[in-house]
């Protein structure tokens, strides 16, 4: 499997930004779609993001369409997630996947095999 490790967690207000990393292990990380998960406390996890192996397809929870964008550098074996617009409902644990089918074009559908440990994302009111 391969190893995820995401950054870039912390406290904003609402309103703010952040952006998210993850970055992987292994050579074959750029031919994998790579998503973003959250799960706030007392809920569970839910998708918020994905993007295809070449980053040409992406697809967003309806609940961050418009405020989130994910990204990928392949060259830098790294995943992004800009968060714009912060709401204190966007208060969660911010989890990195892998969908380790090669070569998928498009994210219409989204299986994660391998996870990061999570990184924490605090909205203030």
């Known amino acids: 499997q391969v190893q995820l490790v995401e950054s870039g967690g912390g406290l904003v207000q609402a309103g703010g930004s952040l952006r998210l990393s993850c970055t992987a292990s292994?050579?074959?990380?750029?031919?994998?779609?790579m998503g973003w998960f959250r799960q706030a406390p007392g809920k569970e996890r839910e998708f918020v993001a994905a993007?295809?192996?070449?980053?040409?397809?992406?697809r967003y929870a309806d609940s961050v369409k418009g405020r989130f964008t994910i990204s990928r550098d392949n060259a830098k074996i790294m995943v992004y997630l800009q968060m714009n617009s912060l709401k204190p409902e966007d208060t969660a644990v911010y989890y990195c996947?892998?969908?380790?089918?090669?070569?998928?074009?498009?994210?219409?559908?989204?299986?994660?095999?391998?996870w990061g440990q999570g990184t924490q994302v605090t909205v203030s009111s």
């Open positions: 996947a892998a969908d380790q089918a090669p070569f998928r074009r498009v994210v219409t559908t989204f299986h994660p095999d391998s």
């Open positions: 292994g050579r074959t990380f750029s031919s994998y779609a």
């Open positions: 993007i295809s192996w070449t980053g040409g397809s992406t």
